[in-house]
T-cell receptor
Framework: GEDVEQSLFLSVREGDSSVINCTYT??????LYWYKQEPGAGLQLLTY?????DMKQDQRLTVLLNKKDKHLSLRIADTQTGDSAIYFC??????????FGSGTRLSIRP | DTAVSQTPKYLVTQMGNDKSIKCEQN?????MYWYKQDSKKFLKIMFS???????INETVPNRFSPKSPDKAHLNLHINSLELGDSAVYFC????????????FGAGTRLSVL
């Protein structure tokens, strides 16, 4: 079945870049997503990429997709304390079903 | 205005009770979802409704019964609550122009004692 995997924790120094990685198994994925969850809050869509793209940039966020290796990454430039959250990678191959990874908890060191 | 709103935000109840969680969206979407997030933050879809019709029903105990009175509402009723039902339940919705993008509510934290 479909599976999305990501590491559970990442710690970076404030001002450095954060790179969160994700792998997925569904070769028919059409959309890949990054969601952010702050403590006690719901999931906020950060960005998404179509499977026919290999890169998308939006201000401090850069998404890279390697479709051959089924690898997705999220780079956050100039990481700030407000970026502390859990980041979920997700994929969908149909309009109605999204499969989420386990989330990567990003913590920022001063 | 909150796009996807759930009530209540917190729900503490005893085992064996029956409870409901309500969800409303004002985005004009035609598809709504319920997800369960466990203590390890794993997020799993439970149900999906499109235009008031059930389209996804994952392996969920039949103590859980979703009800969609109209396109803007999807409520979740849980009978005979068990300790393992303790989790955060998220409602989401999607629709045109981007049917593959789901918007989430803030969650309902259910604690069963």
């Amino acid at each position: 079945g479909e599976d999305v995997e990501q590491s559970l924790f990442l710690s970076v120094r404030e001002g450095d870049s954060s790179v969160i990685n994700c792998t997925y198994t569904d070769s028919s994925s059409t959309y890949l997503y990054w969601y952010k969850q702050e403590p006690g809050a719901g999931l906020q869509l950060l960005t998404y990429i179509f499977s026919n793209m290999d890169m998308k940039q939006d201000q401090r966020l850069t998404v890279l997709l390697n479709k051959k290796d089924k690898h997705l990454s999220l780079r956050i430039a100039d990481t700030q304390t407000g970026d502390s959250a859990i980041y979920f990678c997700a994929e969908s191959s149909s309009a109605s079903k999204i499969i989420f990874g386990s989330g990567t908890r990003l913590s920022i060191r001063p | 205005d909150t796009a996807v709103s759930q009530t209540p935000k917190y729900l503490v109840t005893q085992m064996g009770n029956d409870k409901s969680i309500k969800c409303e969206q004002n985005l004009g979407h035609d598809t709504m979802y319920w997800y369960k997030q466990d203590s390890k933050k794993f997020l799993k879809i439970m149900f999906s409704y499109n235009n008031k019709e059930l389209i996804i029903n994952e392996t969920v105990p039949n103590r859980f019964s979703p009800k969609s009175p109209d396109k803007a509402h999807l409520n979740l009723h849980i009978n005979s609550l068990e300790l393992g039902d303790s989790a955060v339940y998220f409602c989401a919705s999607s629709g045109l122009p981007a049917k593959n993008i789901q918007y989430f509510g803030a969650g309902t934290r259910l604690s069963v004692l």
